[in-house]
């Protein structure tokens, strides 16, 4: 293999790509628009759910409640109604996702020792809304009836047995990596791994593809180049691109996301190179055994939905079925994500993640040869 040949196409790619201002514009910029755009709709984080109140008791004990719910942050008021049969005209036109009604004599039953009921209904239809809605009620109806209970022991008893109404064991909880509880800060490195299979595997596959097409990949056989001196004169210039749009993107997500760099940059850069190595290889696999660019990118987009779906990015592996989870080993992007969300939000080192370092340069050097073989077999 000849050094110099490689550096003669890396030289030459770069100068197809600089003739080429719309790719390059695309290459550099979209990865950075997809990933704000991402950053914000793709969140995990339920709130401000529209809530709509019928309060027919109109008591001081109503409203104390409703100012809980409210101040949770969880519930937006969007309107209030005196008639119970005007509710489901709320929730039927999206304008409502949650119902309060409280029943007449409510505050008078509270104070009289009674036991009062709140009906909350709550639009089933989005269910990972409603589930949230539904914590959240409860905890605050909750604490809520505590207070009230231990009010009623003080009255009654006080003293000793307003202390004896405190609960038993004092549980403090903490959250490490992820303080805040921000959904944005494990999106957004899912985020930086997707942005970074897509746009590198399509740009080579493209590329590629492209010449095919024009004939020019005909005339870089009949040289001396050799197979693999042209496989790497397409995967560096294109690793070089794809290290720039790291270095950009996890710029924006510290800066502009507020995620949390925790861990060693140095390692982290030289993991993703073992992952760029299986991206841009399934690109060029894809070039290969594509003859029209359209093909390539339907070739793509077989291998990143799986990845997609099935790498933890959207949802938990341990959610899915048995049999799923064991495909899901077959994905390199998840190991690329427990990496990146390993150094990012853990800062943990290599001797955690060396598992997952291994399994990504297995990949990377399988799809490398595979690539290898492919082209070999095409142009034999």
Request: proline fraction near 7%.
């Given at each position: 293999m000849s050094l110099h040949r490689v550096a003669r196409l890396v030289a030459k790619e770069f100068i197809q790509v600089r003739r080429d201002p719309l790719s390059l514009r695309l290459m550099l910029l979209a990865p950075l628009l997809q990933l704000i755009l991402l950053g914000y709709a793709a969140t995990l984080d339920v709130r401000h759910i529209p809530t709509v109140v019928c309060d027919?008791?109109?008591?001081?004990?109503?409203?104390?409640?409703?100012?809980?719910?409210?101040?949770?942050?969880?519930?937006?008021?969007?309107?209030?109604?005196?008639?119970?049969?005007?509710?489901?005209?709320?929730?039927?036109?999206?304008?409502?996702?949650?119902?309060?009604?409280?029943?007449?004599?409510?505050?008078?039953?509270?104070?009289?020792?009674?036991?009062?009921?709140?009906q909350a209904i709550v639009d089933g239809s989005n269910s990972a809304e409603a589930t949230t809605a539904l914590g959240h009620l409860s905890g605050i109806v909750m604490n809520r009836s505590i207070e009230i209970a231990v009010e009623r022991i003080d009255l009654q008893g006080g003293g000793v047995l307003g202390a004896r109404a405190a609960p038993p064991v004092d549980a403090r909880m903490r959250v490490w990596y992820n303080e805040t509880m921000e959904s944005s800060h494990f999106m957004i490195p899912g985020v930086i791994g997707l942005i970074l299979l897509v746009t590198t595997m399509l740009l080579t596959a493209v590329a590629v593809t492209r010449e095919k097409e024009i004939g020019t990949i005909e005339q870089l056989l009949v040289t001396p180049i050799r197979p693999v001196e042209l496989l790497l004169g397409k995967l560096v210039p294109y690793s070089i691109l794809g290290f720039i749009n790291v270095g950009v993107i996890l710029a924006v997500g510290h800066y502009w996301f507020e995620v949390p760099v925790r861990g060693s940059l140095l390692l982290l850069y030289g993991l993703t190179t073992m992952f760029l190595l299986t991206t841009l290889g399934v690109g060029l696999f894809a070039a290969a055994a594509a003859d029209t660019q359209q093909q390539a990118v339907l070739l793509c987009q077989a291998f990143v939905t799986p990845n997609m779906l099935l790498?933890?990015?959207?949802?938990?592996?341990?959610?899915?079925?048995?049999?799923?989870?064991?495909i899901t080993w077959l994905m390199p992007m998840r190991y690329f994500l427990t990496i990146i969300r390993g150094i990012l939000l853990k800062g943990v080192g290599l001797e955690i993640l060396w598992?997952?370092?291994?399994?990504?340069?297995?990949?990377?050097?399988?799809?490398?040869?595979?690539?290898?073989?492919?082209?070999?077999?095409?142009?034999?």
């Open positions: 027919l008791d109109r008591s001081d004990a109503s409203r104390e409640l409703i100012r809980s719910v409210m101040a949770s942050g969880y519930f937006d008021g969007v309107g209030t109604t005196d008639r119970q049969d005007q509710v489901i005209g709320w929730l039927d036109t999206g304008r409502a996702a949650v119902a309060l009604i409280f029943p007449p004599q409510y505050g008078a039953r509270l104070a009289s020792g009674g036991r009062p009921q709140l790498s933890g990015f959207i949802f938990p592996i341990e959610n899915m079925p048995e049999p799923i989870q064991l598992p997952q370092a291994v399994a990504l340069l297995v990949f990377g050097v399988a799809i490398f040869l595979a690539s290898l073989a492919s082209f070999r077999s095409r142009i034999a």
